[in-house]
């Protein structure tokens, strides 16, 4: 494939009331001409929507319920570093994971 044939594969136009529909023509567009298909759905129904902020909710009342061992263990102090020291130690291993996750096509 020469250079002109992929940038012209990869220029994509979008129209000016934000429709992302010049970006999924162009997407389906450059996989037809590498020799595949799009077979995944690009949209989420109603359902999986609601789904996924009622899980990210859950996120937020359970961080908000661990807030009372620490005051009364350790107040402010303890809550500080009882996040940021564990942090010194998981910042590590998700950079790792990141890391090995960019290496997979």
């Known amino acids: 494939m020469s250079e002109k044939q992929t940038k ?3 220029a994509v136009e979008v129209s000016s009331n934000s ?3 010049g970006i999924r023509n162009a997407d389906d567009a450059l996989l ?3 020799g595949y298909k ?3 759905r690009r949209e989420f ?3 999986e929507t609601v789904a996924f902020a009622f899980s990210i909710m859950g996120v937020v009342a359970s961080v908000s319920s ?3 061992f620490p005051l009364v263990s350790g107040g402010h102090v303890g809550m500080v570093f009882g996040w ?3 942090c010194l130690f998981v910042v ?3 950079m790792s994971m990141a890391e090995l996750a960019s290496a997979m096509p």
């Open 45 to 47: 129904s109603l359902f």
């Open 32 to 34: 037809a001409q590498l």
């Open 38 to 40: 799009s077979e995944f």
């Open 92 to 94: 590590p291993i998700a």
């Open 8 to 10: 012209d594969a990869t």
């Open 66 to 68: 661990t807030y009372s």
């Open 19 to 21: 429709d992302l529909s």
């Open 84 to 86: 940021l020291i564990p």
